[in-house]
Nanobody, 128 residues
């Protein structure tokens, strides 16, 4: 059973930075991907970044490309989301999620994709 716990959220002014952490316990080598998704009130869920643990290959949504960086520390079993040049539209609850299904990983940006594992989330608020 994989468990995910996010931390690092908070309030910041536009142009600022935050680093989110996702502590992974019960990690299995069968995990195909770890992703960060976000949900703002009244908005559709959005997948913003994905990493394949085996290869460290990453992918970003256009909305965060060049500003966000997903990375992993295998020694600490932690996945990070470094967020720079934050904008008010980045305000949302951020979740990390994982799945064993490669097809789900490919469709991580689809709002209907239900991940096998997901954390409780951490709130990010960006003020203008």
């Amino acid at each position: 059973q994989v468990q995910l716990a996010e931390s690092g959220g908070g309030s910041v002014q536009a142009g600022g930075s935050l680093r989110l952490s996702c502590a992974v316990s019960g990690y299995t080598s069968s995990t195909r991907c770890l992703v960060w998704i976000r949900q703002a009130p009244g908005m559709e869920r959005e997948g913003v970044a994905r990493i394949y643990p085996a290869s460290a290959i990453t992918y970003y949504a256009d909305s965060v490309q060049g500003r966000f960086t997903i990375s992993q520390d295998n020694d600490k079993n932690t996945v990070y989301l470094q967020m720079d040049n934050l904008k008010p539209e980045d305000t949302a609850m951020y979740f990390c999620a994982a799945d064993l299904d490669f097809l789900k990983c490919l469709s991580f940006r689809d709002r209907n994709t239900n991940f096998l594992y997901r954390g409780q989330g951490t709130q990010v608020t960006v003020s203008s």
